[in-house]
């Protein structure tokens, strides 16, 4: 016989939802460990969307020379 399997009540499916959203699997040493996500702005990295999207004078202000032109 088999075991019936418990289904999950809406707010551990919300957590669970929000823990995926927040954390992804990855492998070290051979173990899966759960790490956070990466920031993301649009599905872009943060330095991504800076680099692509900043004007001069955001890039003066906050001291982010190397992204100059």
Not at 28 to 49: A, C, L, Y
Request: charged share 35%; net charge positive.
């Amino acid at each position: 016989m088999t075991k019936n399997k418990k289904k999950l009540t809406p707010a551990q499916k919300a957590a669970k939802k929000k823990r995926q959203q927040e954390y992804m699997t990855v492998f070290m040493n051979g173990k899966q460990k759960r790490v956070k996500r990466p920031q993301t702005i649009d599905g872009m990295d943060v330095d991504e969307f800076i680099m692509n999207n900043a004007d001069p004078i955001f890039l003066q202000q906050n001291e982010l020379w190397e992204y100059m032109d």
